[in-house]
Nanobody
Framework: QVQLVESGGGLVQPGGSLRLSCAAS????????MGWYRQAPGKERELVAR???????NYADSMKDRFTISRDNAKNTVYLQMNSLKPEDTAVYYC??????????????WGQGTQVTVSS
């Protein structure tokens, strides 16, 4: 059983910052790519950023100058530092990780989502 638990969402004013965290737990053998996605009301879920186990990153173009993804492999945790937040960043942010349990093939897991609201 694998769980991804997100934290750090909330209400912030435009121009403000938030740091999201996502911790993976359970019978984990290996964690490969980890990432953040978001879904705004009435829109499809979209990639925010991903990071490999080796630390290579990729970002959505609209966020790469304001958001930073990082991970702590010892803690099985991925972070998303969000700066200069805009109202259009308002969404539910989901953590994703590709995880191998025991000797079974790696699967993609999702967190429950954390709400980020940018408003004055």
């Amino acid at each position: 059983q694998v769980q991804l638990v997100e934290s750090g969402g909330g209400l912030v004013q435009p121009g403000g910052s938030l740091r999201l965290s996502c911790a993976a737990s359970g019978s984990i053998s290996s964690i490969y790519g980890m990432g953040w996605y978001r879904q705004a009301p009435g829109k499809e879920r979209e990639l925010v950023a991903r990071i490999t186990s080796g630390g290579n990153t990729n970002y959505a173009d609209s966020m790469k100058d304001r958001f930073t993804i990082s991970r702590d492999n010892a803690k099985n945790t991925v972070y998303l530092q969000m700066n200069s937040l805009k109202p259009e960043d308002t969404a539910v942010y989901y953590c994703n990780a590709v995880i191998r349990v025991g000797s079974t093939p790696a699967l993609s897991y999702w967190g429950q989502g954390t709400q980020v609201t940018v408003s004055s």
